[in-house]
């Protein structure tokens, strides 16, 4: 398998902008996680769906940051309008919900920059 | 105060050394516990999996959970330059979908 899939890569975009993260979790999985990760705040979950439904969206920031998994496969994050303060790298990641160990694939990253 | 607290580091060790990664907690439900270690510009990979207290070895890593204490700690023994990474503890209870993460400690390993 080829992991778990994040695109774009790196994402430049401009105040007010809108952005959308793109994920393909890893294959049987059924968990799927956004998280966001900055120097000053960590490793923060924004999301997590189990069997495409979302289950947690406390992490979400505000009403600008909306999540969608219209099936098994894919998933996006996306933020309107942007600001200087999104800046962060977003991780997808992925599990197999039900078994003990539970173990979370992590995807590369998007690396968003707000200007 | 967060519900778990990781030492913030960094830590810069010479190779060879023997390296200690600590994670306290206060949610007395937290059965799982993980370490991940994640490498500049990658993403968090599972490193090491305890459930309940006690120790579990693997190679040069010992993790170690004290539920009495909520102490977790990760044992790093003859460190090499390839350990350096950032070391993210991780924790969940039975019932959980999610895990709750430390901030991260960033270990340099010097050759």
Not at chain 1, 48 to 77: C, H, Q, W
Not at chain 2, 52 to 58: I, L, R
Request: with cysteine; aromatic share 12%.
């Amino acid at each position: 398998d080829a992991g778990v899939i994040q695109s774009p890569r790196h994402e430049v975009t401009e105040m007010g902008q809108e952005v959308t993260l793109r994920c393909k979790p890893i294959s049987g999985h059924n968990s799927l996680f956004w998280y966001r990760q900055t120097m000053m705040r960590g490793l923060e979950l924004l999301i997590y769906f189990n069997n495409n439904v979302p289950i947690d969206d406390s992490g979400m920031p505000e009403d600008r940051f909306s999540a969608k998994m219209p099936n098994a496969s894919f998933s996006t994050l996306k933020i309107q309008p942007s600001e200087p303060r999104d800046s962060a790298v977003y991780f997808c990641a992925s599990s197999l919900a039900g078994l003990a160990e539970d173990t979370q694939y992590f995807g590369p990253g998007t690396r968003l920059t707000v200007l | 105060q967060k519900e778990v607290e990781q030492d913030p580091g960094p830590l810069s060790v010479p190779e060879g050394a023997i390296v200690s990664l600590n994670c306290t907690y206060s949610n007395s439900a937290f059965q799982y516990f993980m370490w991940y270690r994640q490498y500049s510009r990658k993403g968090p990979e599972l490193l090491m999996y305890t459930y309940s207290s006690g120790n579990k070895e693997d190679g040069r890593f010992t993790a170690q959970v004290d539920k009495s204490s909520k102490y977790i700690s990760l044992f790093i023994r003859d460190s090499q330059p390839s350990d350096s990474a950032t070391y993210l503890c991780a924790m969940r209870d039975t019932n959980a979908g999610k895990s709750t993460f430390g901030d991260g400690t960033t270990l340099t390993v010097k050759p």
